[in-house]
């Protein structure tokens, strides 16, 4: 059973329904037990005083017959391992008898007077002598604080046991739910493949796999057969773009047309080449989700790894990428805390390097900073530009989203998904944080000893 922590036990509404029943169920008893524990004390009382009578009918048929001494005798006879308290008054021998308690309450069995819940009796002997015959308080009492301790643990005891067997109940319950709910994490962090255990015993906990795993099945075949459309889609499209491209190369290249229609054809020319960048750009990433794909349920990805140190790839990205900063008058800086050797392809690497710094270049302002850093995690780049909104981290990872909603920003919203699928193909993940101005972008990667 997987650990659950005490706060969610604590907040969770199957154990306060089961205490609920259980509480309730524990007032029923103790109202039951109370009522059982007066009529046991009452049923011993009168047992109690049955025999009572019948000790007193045996001392009144004897002292009818029996002088004060021969009782006294008898008295001294039955005293000893006996419940009975007896007890001579004035006017006979009080030889080896005590002083009187203070009982209850006293029936003269000659009356004819038998009260319920009487603790002694009285028989009057031939010279007027008065014979109180009692119950010992100490029987009485003995048995009543036994009553209390086998009524304790018959009431205690089973309350204890429900209670256990609730939160026994409880942590079954939420052990079950926690597994759903680990799963549906999996699959809101973008885990593909996710599945439920299903057992033999199909109880609704199984049925509940069922629908969820049939569900995320469709899912996945939808989303697989969208993305498969649209990457059919760029490939049919992009021959005839490319003819189109070739056509209006063909035209300038001639040098026959005026100025105006030059320059037209050279925006048309230039648009050509976006929308097939933009078209290469999803192939590529439908391929590389390809291999995530196959590497989470193969083992194995197209993509070769070999093991690489991190420093002389950035200080190849920033090689790259420094013209583009001095146009706009960024400062770059790197630092390398600690070597970072990854299990990588440098190819993928240095391109998704790029697509970082190129970001923070793009959305920096004129004359801002930009720090790229490497440490024994990955590589970090920051910048002090306006930034994500908490609200847009995660869906700026996906394809073709871009934040400018006039969409007058260059760029195909292809950037950070690349990034991103990159990561995962190396096992590890990439971090959108605020820089306070600016985003802090950590790419975390797989290192070559297996921690990430």
């Given at each position: 059973m997987a650990a659950i922590s005490s706060d969610v036990l604590y907040r969770s509404s199957v154990l306060k329904l089961l205490l609920w029943f259980g509480g309730g169920l524990f007032l029923v008893m103790s109202l039951l037990m109370q009522q059982l524990y007066q009529n046991s004390l009452q049923t011993y009382q009168q047992s109690l005083d049955d025999l009572l009578r019948q000790e007193t009918e045996l001392f009144s048929q004897l002292a009818a017959v029996a002088d004060t001494s021969v009782i006294q005798a008898n008295i001294e006879t039955r005293r000893k391992g006996s419940l009975y308290y007896y007890y001579l008054g004035q006017g006979g021998s009080q030889q080896g008898t005590t002083a009187a308690p203070d009982y209850p309450a006293i029936a003269n069995v000659q009356s004819g007077s038998q009260r319920q819940g009487m603790r002694a009796t009285k028989v009057i002997l031939q010279d007027g002598t008065p014979l109180v015959i009692g119950i010992s308080e100490q029987v009485y009492q003995q048995f009543q604080n036994n009553l209390n301790v086998r009524f304790l643990w018959a009431t205690f005891v089973p309350f204890m046991g429900v209670f256990a067997a609730a939160v026994w109940f409880a942590l079954n319950i939420l052990t079950r739910l926690n597994k759903v709910n680990q799963s549906m994490n999996q699959v809101m962090c973008g885990e593909r493949g996710v599945r439920l255990k299903?057992?033999?015993?199909?109880?609704?906990?199984?049925?509940?796999?069922?629908?969820?795993?049939?569900?995320?099945?469709?899912?996945?075949?939808?989303?697989?057969?969208?993305?498969?459309?649209?990457?059919?889609?760029?490939?049919?499209?992009?021959?005839p773009m490319a003819r189109l491209k070739l056509r209006v190369e063909t035209l300038l290249e001639q040098g026959e047309l005026g100025s105006r229609e030059e320059e037209e054809l050279r925006y048309l020319q230039q648009d050509f080449d976006q929308l097939l960048d933009t078209f290469s750009g999803m192939m590529e990433l439908y391929n590389l989700s390809q291999g995530v794909h196959q590497s989470i349920h193969q083992g194995s990805t197209k993509i070769t790894l070999e093991p690489l140190d991190l420093k002389p790839i950035i200080l190849?990205?920033?090689?790259?990428?420094?013209?583009?900063?001095?146009?706009?008058?960024?400062?770059?800086?790197?630092?390398?805390?600690?070597?970072?050797?990854?299990?990588?392809?440098?190819?993928?690497?240095?391109?998704?390097?790029?697509?970082?710094?190129?970001?923070?270049?793009?959305?920096?302002?004129?004359?801002?900073?930009?720090?790229?850093?490497?440490?024994?995690?990955?590589?970090?780049?920051?910048?002090?530009?306006?930034?994500i909104a908490d609200k847009d981290k995660r869906r700026v990872l996906d394809q073709l989203v871009r934040l400018d909603p006039s969409r007058t920003s260059s760029g195909f919203g292809l950037g950070l998904a690349f990034v991103n699928t990159v990561a995962q193909l190396h096992a590890g993940r990439i971090v959108l944080s605020d820089n306070h101005p600016g985003l802090r972008a950590r790419l975390l990667l797989n290192r070559s000893d297996g921690i990430i």
């Open positions: 299903v057992s033999a015993a199909t109880d609704e906990f199984d049925l509940l796999a069922i629908h969820l795993n049939t569900m995320l099945e469709q899912m996945e075949q939808n989303e697989a057969r969208l993305r498969s459309l649209t990457v059919d889609i760029a490939h049919d499209l992009r021959t190849d990205v920033l090689d790259f990428m420094e013209p583009c900063a001095n146009e706009k008058e960024q400062a770059l800086s790197y630092r390398c805390d600690v070597p970072c050797l990854v299990m990588g392809n440098r190819n993928l690497l240095f391109r998704a390097i790029c697509n970082l710094l190129d970001n923070a270049i793009k959305y920096t302002p004129a004359g801002g900073n930009i720090e790229i850093a490497s440490d024994c995690f990955g590589v970090l780049v920051a910048d002090n530009g306006p930034g």
